[in-house]
């Protein structure tokens, strides 16, 4: 089978879940004997448009102009040099199957090609951005979970606030109008789609709520492209401090403020914080300032490091305010033998089984996070129970056998 991959960023420009994920599905589906390929824009790229090949998988860097978010939401709409690097690439690979993992910054024009030439394509749902132009249902002018657009209006004002403009009334409008515009846009292009994976029911069942057809839907678990041998504990001297962990984006959004104030009630431990502290430099200074001594920033780590990391910790906390919508760090904490403690949004109580392998907490609540850590420090077998709780973790294997099967269908 031909599959090409269509993602709105890649690496090394950019590393993320869904990066990381098409890295690995596209590799694994490599090894099984198919022809992959990836489409994805970049700002350093061969003006060639000749792929890398990595791995067994071909990988077309499209060289664009660096953009800010307005113009990537404008791309939504045009983008001339993406739209004929893809006819290109769409002519040189013929795929069989082409699979949209995101499409942020990326024109509908590129879907309108693959319904010309009858290519079925699928949609991982990673996000909300096909209904939310912000992607994470979060505000930013309040910083709280929003429920989708009513009537684009509270969709104007946030992007007023991301532009850090004031909320003047007569802009709502007019800024109203391009935002619907674009779903709109966007709406044809999940109607034609042969199948729209969700990664977990939740996922699944908003987009439902939100007019997405229920029946073009399926759930599919993501597996974990891990090492089959993990790096050994390190041996301390001594009686070594309770170690909490958080690894992923250094942003509001993940909630790292609330664990940072909620460890400030802890003693005798250390939190390690793995995460790029340049993506929000601002954000980055408010946690230092809230930060004790016994607080490392690991800064970003590649994956031999994240699963060193993982090896040393006791815990792993996943303090998010928005909706994820899976969250692999909590498959690598299990592969890792950590349990996980949460705040119970979105997938959470999919991921994590509350008193099994890890607990689930009111969202924002950092009294019971603090209270929740202490009682894991001073109650080492109740955290031992909740590490031979943890289940094993699906490979990538596993799930590239499922998606090859869906595949078929299309």
């Known amino acids: 089978m031909r599959i090409l991959h269509l993602v709105h960023q890649y690496f090394p420009e950019k590393v993320g879940g869904t990066e990381v994920y098409t890295r690995s599905l596209a590799r694994q589906q490599a090894a099984q004997g198919h022809s992959v390929a990836i489409f994805a824009p970049a700002t350093m790229a061969d003006p060639t448009l000749e792929p890398e090949v990595e791995e067994d998988v071909r990988v077309y860097r499209v060289g664009i102009e660096s953009r800010g978010a307005a113009a990537v939401?404008?791309?939504t709409f045009h983008h001339s040099p993406l739209h004929k690097a893809f006819a290109y690439v769409l002519q040189k690979e013929r795929p069989d199957v082409v699979h949209v993992q995101h499409l942020m910054g990326l024109p509908t024009s590129l879907i309108s090609q693959l319904q010309t030439a009858h290519i079925p394509y699928a949609i991982t749902l990673w996000d909300f951005w096909w209904v939310c132009a912000n992607a994470q249902l979060l505000t930013n002018y309040s910083q709280e979970i929003c429920d989708g657009p009513?009537?684009?209006?509270?969709c104007a004002r946030c992007a007023l606030a991301r532009l850090d403009l004031p909320q003047f009334p007569p802009a709502l409008a007019s800024l109203a109008l391009p935002l619907a515009a674009r779903n709109w846009r966007l709406q044809p292009v999940l109607e034609g789609a042969a199948c729209l994976i969700a990664p977990a029911t939740f996922v699944r069942d908003w987009y439902a709520a939100h007019g997405v057809p229920v029946n073009k839907m399926v759930v599919v678990a993501p597996g974990l492209d891990y090492p089959v041998a993990l790096?050994?504990?390190e041996k301390e001297e001594g009686e070594r401090p309770f170690r909490i962990g958080y690894i992923g984006g250094i942003s509001r959004q993940k909630g790292v403020h609330h664990l940072v104030e909620a460890f400030r009630q802890l003693s005798h431990s250390e939190l390690w914080i793995a995460g790029d502290t340049n993506f929000d430099p601002q954000y980055t200074a408010h946690l230092h300032e809230l930060a004790t001594a016994q607080v490392r920033f690991c800064g970003k780590l590649d994956r031999a490091a994240i699963w060193k990391m993982l090896r040393q910790l006791?815990?792993?906390?996943?303090?998010?305010v928005w909706y994820e919508t899976f969250g692999f760090v909590i498959s690598e904490a299990f592969v890792a033998g950590v349990p996980v403690v949460a705040f119970n949004l979105?997938?959470?109580?999919?991921r994590i089984q509350d008193g099994r392998d890890g607990l689930l907490l009111p969202p924002g609540d950092r009294q019971a996070l603090a209270r929740t850590l202490c009682d894991l420090q001073q109650n080492p077998t109740r955290l031992a129970q909740l590490q031979a709780g943890i289940q094993p973790v699906r490979t990538m294997v596993e799930h590239g056998q499922e998606i090859e099967a869906l595949y078929h269908t299309l």
């Not at 006791?314 to 998010?320: A, I, K, M, T, Y």
């Open 73 to 75: 939401f404008g791309s």
């Open 150 to 154: 009513r009537l684009f209006i509270n």
């Open 231 to 233: 790096p050994e504990r």
């Open 346 to 350: 979105g997938v959470m109580a999919e």
């Open 314 to 320: 006791d815990v792993l906390v996943v303090p998010s």
